[in-house]
């Protein structure tokens, strides 16, 4: 007697085109994706119906309404076969391809002056970076790994510190000919140059010296890569990471502003390489090492 949960039992066809129903909202739209008829899959909807000895849909006018039992199943379902997919493209991919997500200011201003090295070193490696400040799940996303900003909590994630997150006030020499800083309510006579993938952060720091966005000159946001571009340029005060800053710092390309300020201690996030168990493949091991090698030098 053939048991329920043996492999041969399963209607693959069955159980993947209820899925695509659940996961699409209809039979044609199921039907495109699967690339196949409509009638197919209405088909391997009776016949699942039939081998479960279960209803799975209620009809509304020419609509099929999933009952929500069969709703349970269809989002197990959905999920497994995910992972069914991810596990095969993991297998199916080059070890030697590496794909990494970070901030756009981890990449412009820390990891792209240092990535010739790398490259160098490790020309085996097929490197791919996307620089954006969205938060991708390693687990089910094509990246292998992701450097991002923030307090390093974040669920079935193994994060590792990189770069203590101190934050600076700069402006450039040109900005300040005319104008003495030496209160943050002063800051109030100049413009701003804000990151907008940093607001909520920098509402915390102007509530926290008792300064309101209303009250200043100018206030222009922009993407993270442009800020301390614009802040070179002289179109700004800036609100920028220490480490990014430092350089321009030394040069006198800017200078930093209230330097006794001892907000930034307070601040919790800070950028961390992040991964999950299941992609800690050998070049993404060699990456890691090469970065904490940078980080210790």
């Not at 799975?56 to 609509?63: D, H, Y």
């Not at 490790?122 to 390693?138: G, K, M, W």
């Not at 203590?164 to 800083?181: G, H, I, K, R, Y």
Request: aromatic share 8%; glycine share 6%; proline share 5%.
């Amino acid at each position: 007697m053939t048991k329920r949960n043996d492999i041969a039992w399963l209607p693959l066809n069955s159980l993947r085109a209820f899925a695509a129903v659940h996961e699409t909202g209809s039979v044609g739209t199921a039907a495109d994706t699967l690339k196949v008829t409509h009638g197919a899959v209405s088909q391997h909807l009776r016949g699942l119906e039939d081998r479960l000895q279960r209803k799975l849909f209620t009809r509304s006018g020419n609509r099929l309404v999933m009952l929500p039992e069969a709703t349970e199943l269809a989002d197990n379902l959905l999920r497994n076969f995910r992972a069914i997919a991810g596990d095969i493209e993991q297998f199916r991919r080059d070890d030697n391809i590496l794909n990494i997500t970070v901030t756009p200011h981890f990449a412009q201003y820390w990891l792209l002056p240092r990535l010739g090295e790398f490259l160098q070193r490790h020309p085996e490696i097929d490197l791919r970076i996307n620089a954006d400040a969205t938060v991708h799940d390693l687990a089910q996303s094509d990246f292998d790994a992701a450097v991002r900003h923030g307090d390093g909590s974040w669920p079935e994630v193994n994060c590792e510190r990189l770069l203590e997150s101190m934050d600076v006030v700069v402006a450039a020499p040109s900005l300040l000919e005319s104008v003495s800083v030496q209160t943050p309510q002063e800051l109030t006579k100049l413009p701003w140059i804000l990151d907008e993938d940093r607001d909520i952060e920098m509402s915390k720091w102007f509530e926290d010296h008792g300064l309101a966005h209303r009250a200043h000159k100018r206030i222009t946001r922009l993407p993270s890569a442009l800020t301390l571009a614009a802040a070179l340029d002289g179109h700004g005060v800036a609100w920028l990471p220490q480490v990014y800053a430092a350089p321009y710092l030394t040069s006198g390309r800017l200078v930093q502003l209230l330097s006794d300020d001892r907000w930034p201690a307070q601040n919790t996030r800070h950028y961390y390489l992040c991964w999950v168990d299941s992609k800690n493949r050998p070049s993404f091991r060699t990456f890691r090492q090469w970065i904490r090698g940078q980080l210790a030098g």
